[in-house]
């Protein structure tokens, strides 16, 4: 989602700091491909990293940020990645993250961070004329893993 509150704002500079501090460099920040989206891609020499940022005020039930990345977000990052890959023809490491982060409403103070790298594995889908399996199939370099 297009980044419109103070809170979010706040959360992809933070992530985009913590980031740099690992030496990779923001390549793009909120890339769309119609309603797919990543809040931060970041690449150094060896890896390109597509990041999922969620930023919040607080645990919500004692639930973390990186939490609420859920199966559906999941499969839309795996199938953006896909896209920006496809469209840049990047022969580099893929790693999907999630960073999650809490951020205090009236000081605007990070009070919580917490980077997942390689926070999950994309599912495989195989297709044939009569079978589906319903999993994701994983393409690096428009050649399916």
């Keep these: 989602m297009f980044v419109t509150n103070p809170i979010g704002i706040k959360g992809e500079e933070e ?51 990186e ?7 999941k499969r839309r990052m795996v199938a953006a990645a896909n896209a920006y890959i496809k469209s840049n023809k990047t022969d580099k490491q893929v790693r999907l993250d999630i960073i999650g982060l809490l951020v205090n409403p009236e000081t605007q103070e990070i009070t919580y961070r917490c980077h997942l790298e390689n926070a999950f594995v994309p599912k495989l889908r195989t297709a044939t004329a009569s079978s589906y399996n319903g999993e994701w199939k994983w393409h690096h370099r428009t050649r399916p893993i």
């Design 67 to 73: 939490q609420f990345v859920d199966e559906g977000k």
């Design 15 to 65: 992530a985009a700091r913590m980031l740099k501090k690992k030496g990779f460099s923001i390549t793009e920040r909120n890339w769309r491909l119609g309603h797919l989206e990543i809040d931060l891609i970041a690449e150094d020499r060896r890896t390109i990293v597509f990041a999922e940022v969620k930023a919040r005020t607080s645990t919500y039930g004692n639930i973390l940020p």
